[in-house]
């Protein structure tokens, strides 16, 4: 059984950061590419930044350039989101996801592309 786990959500004031990770099981971890995507109250879901097989290509939306950065690590099975200069509009949940079919590309991965989803995690920004 496949699953995928992010943690490292909370509460933190605009300007701090916060580390997600997405912990894989029951799958051969570096043969997938992983997205991140959040999804805001009232907003629909939003891919915002994906990585490679091999971690050496990312992509990130224009929302998170430059604050966000993703990475991996194969042997431990498990992705990574380091979110830095957080603002208000970063509040929403995260979640991570894993697809073989569609390749991390400049224009990142599409939501309707991945196969499996983690349950995601709740980052909150608020002073």
């Known amino acids: 059984q496949v699953q995928l786990v992010e943690s490292g959500g909370g509460l933190v004031q605009p300007g701090g950061s916060l580390r997600l990770s997405c912990a ?3 799958l051969t971890f570096d043969y997938y590419r992983i997205g991140w995507f959040r999804q805001a109250p009232g907003k629909e879901r939003e891919g915002i930044s994906c990585i490679t097989t091999g971690g050496t290509r990312t992509y990130y939306a224009d929302s ?3 604050r966000f950065t993703i990475s991996r690590d194969n042997a431990k099975n498990t992705a990574y989101l380091q979110m830095n200069s957080l603002k208000p509009e970063d509040t929403a949940v995260y979640y991570c996801a894993a697809t073989r079919d569609y390749y991390c590309s400049d224009r990142g991965l599409p939501d309707y592309g991945m196969k499996f989803w983690g ?3 709740l980052v909150t920004v608020s002073s």
């Open 64 to 66: 998170v350039k430059g």
């Open 24 to 26: 894989a099981s029951g």
């Open 119 to 121: 349950k995601g995690t």
